[in-house]
């Protein structure tokens, strides 16, 4: 929580507050739109939320925004669901990221790296002729505007040019990691019928081989939708009977033809994480990804051609279609397949220094894992082109911002940013020209209205509520797929506060205009009136060093009572005595409230995630509260199943 003006952890210099995108832009658009010249972030924030058709007509122009056919005006419909944005205009999304291929066709679009940690690039004009020749060949099977395209696939350049090759035909795209397996990778596809599967034959992880050719031949049983099948050897095995070969698709010379689709069109369906009950299929438009992720990519995180953008993620979660969309300010973006601690710890620290990554995107389980194994990146690589490491995934706990001014450099830009799969965004987060205070969120982000409200619908400032967003962005969802009277979409996010985008953490928006997020809301510890997010706690508790992960959960008692348990995964060696139980329990008091002290320790073998690497705290809520397993959680959603079998034992005991 915010103190009276504490010292910020850092503040850009002169020179990097001149040359910011954000600050160019703002000038820019003073003059031409009528943005308030002074005043800077916190000026140009409260026109572009206020003045929403003006904010997002400069930055279509300032991004030189190709449309095909013009539009009638910025918004159509402002109401939330269903706003219109920029209706009559046609335009493509991979035409504006294979821009870069005309003035700089002979530098780098691409780096990939493996586990070997050793970068290898492919050109603006390689990465077009692919895309070229796959969207030619894409049409010749029949693939259409609005058919879904899918890809079982690592984060290689092949998913990259796939994505890319299927919006610009104006299908639809989605993706799995090869790690998920076959039940979880239907619970999505089959959920949108693609007709052409894109694949690998397995995937290097951890110094070992995996084999997918079994999971793979499955899905071609299971998905009768499918016209086409296209074999990736990326451990060099002969494509399956019936597949089609990668390279013979990818290998002509052949300029790509990009389809003119409606801004609304729709890009891409990506999927909630599905914890209980099937994934919610979220699709999301060309036109206002690529508006947002100019916005986010452009003026939040200031990336341009001189750039290098790494971020750790997979094909399976919504930071890998972020990343790619860095192609968008004709920045050369870093792929990395493999394992985030192969051979050791500081694996990504090193893939950030081979590559001259300019900015470090990872988890803030990975900034807190480096902490805990004493990994040294500053010492230890060469850093110096690193201009900001940007967190998301989780909070980014005080202690993590420390650790990284202290342990890479003390001028160092460091953004922990937080948004959601449901808009491929974020709601807040990196701002060039803003100081960093530690354990915050420097600031909400441009034409992004975002609240703190009570119950009510009343807005709060310094105190902790409800994540609100009270305007349209262009990003939100499109729709649900198989959700046609909307009522799916409608109950996610707007049953709560009618009209208005309720997200479903708990955040504080401080006085002097920064976020704290303090973790999910329906998860959220609710001891005697007084609320905390579980980040709060497992912020506290995994400082000590006996504790590898832990769990908390709050539950209502059906006689009116309240039972919060602490779940922890212990550290090799340590033992949970009560020299342990004590300090836990002291650590709490002290750091964050007597209150929320739990009412037992208990040990487990391990804290189950989801497949995108987040604890999973309401299912094992409701599977303490006595609902069957298949009932409580997807199983296909789950990183380690056999975790669960704990919480379903403990909750039949206690019944």
């Given at each position: 929580m915010s103190t009276v003006n504490p010292q910020p952890l850092w503040q850009p210099d002169p020179q990097r507050l001149a040359r910011s995108q954000v600050t160019r832009f703002q000038a820019w658009a003073a003059e031409h739109h009528g943005a308030p010249a002074e005043g800077g972030y916190p000026a140009l924030h409260r026109w572009s939320v206020d003045e929403l058709e003006p904010f997002w007509e400069a930055l279509t122009q300032w991004f030189d925004v190709r449309f095909s056919t013009p539009y009638a005006r910025v918004l159509g419909d402002r109401s939330m669901p269903g706003a219109q944005w920029f209706p009559g205009a046609t335009l493509n999304y991979a035409e504006h990221a294979l821009r870069a291929a005309e003035s700089r066709p002979d530098e780098p679009a691409l780096l990939h790296v493996d586990e070997t940690h050793e970068p290898v690039p492919v050109t603006w004009s390689a990465l077009r002729r692919q895309v070229g020749s796959l969207t030619a060949e894409l049409r010749a099977l029949g693939v259409r505007p609005g058919d879904r395209v899918s890809g079982y696939l690592p984060n290689i350049p092949q998913a990259v040019v796939a994505l890319l090759a299927t919006a610009a035909v104006g299908a639809v795209w989605t993706s799995c990691a090869p790690d998920f397996g076959a039940r979880s990778v239907l619970d999505r596809f089959q959920q949108v019928e693609p007709v052409v599967l894109f694949t690998v034959d397995g995937y290097r992880y951890g110094g070992k081989e995996h084999d997918r050719r079994e999971t793979v031949a499955e899905l071609r049983r299971e998905l009768p939708s499918l016209r086409a099948v296209v074999h990736i050897p990326l451990l060099g095995t002969e494509a399956p009977e019936g597949a089609l070969e990668w390279d013979a698709l990818t290998r002509a010379d052949t300029e790509p033809v990009f389809e003119q689709v409606p801004f609304a069109h729709p890009l891409w369906v990506l999927y909630s994480s599905g914890t209980t009950g099937l994934p919610k299929a979220i699709v999301q438009s060309q036109g206002g990804i690529l508006v947002e992720h100019l916005k986010q990519l452009g003026l939040h995180c200031d990336l341009g051609p001189e750039d290098r953008f790494f971020w750790y993620t997979s094909t399976g979660w919504m930071m890998w279609n972020f990343l790619v969309s860095g192609l968008l300010t004709g920045t050369t973006v870093v792929l990395y397949d493999g394992s985030p601690g192969h051979p050791d710890t500081g694996a990504q620290w090193r893939i950030a220094e081979r590559t001259g990554a300019t900015l470090f995107g990872t988890s803030a389980a990975y900034v807190m894992a480096c902490r805990k194994a004493d990994v040294h990146p500053g010492r230890d690589f060469d850093l110096s082109r690193v201009q900001c490491v940007a967190t998301t995934g989780s909070p980014l706990p005080p202690d993590g911002f420390r650790w990284l001014h202290d342990e890479v450099r003390e001028d160092l830009w460091i953004a922990s940013v937080s948004g959601g799969t449901d808009v491929c965004s974020c709601f807040a987060g990196a701002v060039p020209t803003l100081p960093v205070y530690i354990g915050e969120l420097q600031a909400p982000s441009l034409g992004t209205d975002l609240q703190s409200w009570d119950p009510s619908g009343n807005p709060l400032i310094d105190e902790v509520g409800e994540l609100v967003v009270t305007n349209p962005m262009p990003s939100m969802p499109i729709h649900f797929w198989n959700d046609p009277d909307g009522s799916r979409y409608h109950d996610s996010y707007f049953d709560t506060y009618p009209g208005v985008w309720r997200h479903g953490d708990w955040i504080t928006l401080t006085s002097r205009g920064s976020v704290v997020i303090h973790g999910r809301s329906d998860s959220t510890l609710n001891r005697q009136g007084v609320r905390m997010g579980s980040a709060d706690i497992y912020e506290a508790v995994e400082r000590l060093?006996?504790?590898?992960?832990?769990?908390?959960?709050?539950?209502?008692?059906?006689?009116?009572?309240?039972w919060m348990p602490l779940f922890v995964q212990l550290a090799p060696g340590a033992v949970l005595d009560q020299a342990l139980l004590d300090r836990i329990k002291r650590t709490i008091r002290e750091n964050l409230s007597p209150r929320h002290i739990p009412d037992e320790v208990i040990e487990v073998p391990g804290i189950p995630h989801t497949l995108?690497?987040?604890?999973?705290?309401?299912?094992?809520?409701?599977?303490?509260?006595?609902?069957?397993?298949e009932k409580a959680v997807n199983p296909g959603s789950i990183d380690n199943l056999d975790l669960l079998h704990f919480y379903e034992d403990l909750a039949r005991k206690r019944a």
């Amino acid at each position: 929580m915010s103190t009276v003006n504490p010292q910020p952890l850092w503040q850009p210099d002169p020179q990097r507050l001149a040359r910011s995108q954000v600050t160019r832009f703002q000038a820019w658009a003073a003059e031409h739109h009528g943005a308030p010249a002074e005043g800077g972030y916190p000026a140009l924030h409260r026109w572009s939320v206020d003045e929403l058709e003006p904010f997002w007509e400069a930055l279509t122009q300032w991004f030189d925004v190709r449309f095909s056919t013009p539009y009638a005006r910025v918004l159509g419909d402002r109401s939330m669901p269903g706003a219109q944005w920029f209706p009559g205009a046609t335009l493509n999304y991979a035409e504006h990221a294979l821009r870069a291929a005309e003035s700089r066709p002979d530098e780098p679009a691409l780096l990939h790296v493996d586990e070997t940690h050793e970068p290898v690039p492919v050109t603006w004009s390689a990465l077009r002729r692919q895309v070229g020749s796959l969207t030619a060949e894409l049409r010749a099977l029949g693939v259409r505007p609005g058919d879904r395209v899918s890809g079982y696939l690592p984060n290689i350049p092949q998913a990259v040019v796939a994505l890319l090759a299927t919006a610009a035909v104006g299908a639809v795209w989605t993706s799995c990691a090869p790690d998920f397996g076959a039940r979880s990778v239907l619970d999505r596809f089959q959920q949108v019928e693609p007709v052409v599967l894109f694949t690998v034959d397995g995937y290097r992880y951890g110094g070992k081989e995996h084999d997918r050719r079994e999971t793979v031949a499955e899905l071609r049983r299971e998905l009768p939708s499918l016209r086409a099948v296209v074999h990736i050897p990326l451990l060099g095995t002969e494509a399956p009977e019936g597949a089609l070969e990668w390279d013979a698709l990818t290998r002509a010379d052949t300029e790509p033809v990009f389809e003119q689709v409606p801004f609304a069109h729709p890009l891409w369906v990506l999927y909630s994480s599905g914890t209980t009950g099937l994934p919610k299929a979220i699709v999301q438009s060309q036109g206002g990804i690529l508006v947002e992720h100019l916005k986010q990519l452009g003026l939040h995180c200031d990336l341009g051609p001189e750039d290098r953008f790494f971020w750790y993620t997979s094909t399976g979660w919504m930071m890998w279609n972020f990343l790619v969309s860095g192609l968008l300010t004709g920045t050369t973006v870093v792929l990395y397949d493999g394992s985030p601690g192969h051979p050791d710890t500081g694996a990504q620290w090193r893939i950030a220094e081979r590559t001259g990554a300019t900015l470090f995107g990872t988890s803030a389980a990975y900034v807190m894992a480096c902490r805990k194994a004493d990994v040294h990146p500053g010492r230890d690589f060469d850093l110096s082109r690193v201009q900001c490491v940007a967190t998301t995934g989780s909070p980014l706990p005080p202690d993590g911002f420390r650790w990284l001014h202290d342990e890479v450099r003390e001028d160092l830009w460091i953004a922990s940013v937080s948004g959601g799969t449901d808009v491929c965004s974020c709601f807040a987060g990196a701002v060039p020209t803003l100081p960093v205070y530690i354990g915050e969120l420097q600031a909400p982000s441009l034409g992004t209205d975002l609240q703190s409200w009570d119950p009510s619908g009343n807005p709060l400032i310094d105190e902790v509520g409800e994540l609100v967003v009270t305007n349209p962005m262009p990003s939100m969802p499109i729709h649900f797929w198989n959700d046609p009277d909307g009522s799916r979409y409608h109950d996610s996010y707007f049953d709560t506060y009618p009209g208005v985008w309720r997200h479903g953490d708990w955040i504080t928006l401080t006085s002097r205009g920064s976020v704290v997020i303090h973790g999910r809301s329906d998860s959220t510890l609710n001891r005697q009136g007084v609320r905390m997010g579980s980040a709060d706690i497992y912020e506290a508790v995994e400082r000590l060093p006996e504790i590898k992960e832990s769990l908390v959960i709050g539950i209502e008692q059906p006689d009116g009572g309240y039972w919060m348990p602490l779940f922890v995964q212990l550290a090799p060696g340590a033992v949970l005595d009560q020299a342990l139980l004590d300090r836990i329990k002291r650590t709490i008091r002290e750091n964050l409230s007597p209150r929320h002290i739990p009412d037992e320790v208990i040990e487990v073998p391990g804290i189950p995630h989801t497949l995108t690497g987040k604890r999973i705290e309401v299912p094992v809520k409701r599977l303490l509260q006595g609902t069957p397993l298949e009932k409580a959680v997807n199983p296909g959603s789950i990183d380690n199943l056999d975790l669960l079998h704990f919480y379903e034992d403990l909750a039949r005991k206690r019944a």
